[in-house]
């Protein structure tokens, strides 16, 4: 009866991933591509998206970037 009894894989939620989830096919790609290019340093991508309008911030793009976020464990 409990053979597969397993410690369950917690899932902390990912800003980028919640984001990307209410945005178009495209701007969802162009947003990923973004946030996973080195040559965009974190504060300047932050300071951008927020002059569009999207919140992100620093930490949840560093975060996703180095893959210390949920995204990367499913």
Do not use: F
């Not at 946030?35 to 569009?52: C, F, G, I, Q």
């Amino acid at each position: 009866m409990l053979e597969d009894l397993e410690l369950p894989k917690k899932l902390w939620s990912c800003r980028v991933r919640t984001v990307k989830t209410d945005m178009t096919p495209k701007d969802s790609e162009i947003l990923e591509l973004a946030v996973m290019n080195l040559e965009w340093p974190v504060r300047t991508l932050s300071h951008e998206l927020k002059k569009r309008g999207i919140e992100l911030s620093d930490s949840s793009i560093k975060n996703h970037r180095e893959k210390r976020c949920s995204c990367w464990k499913i």
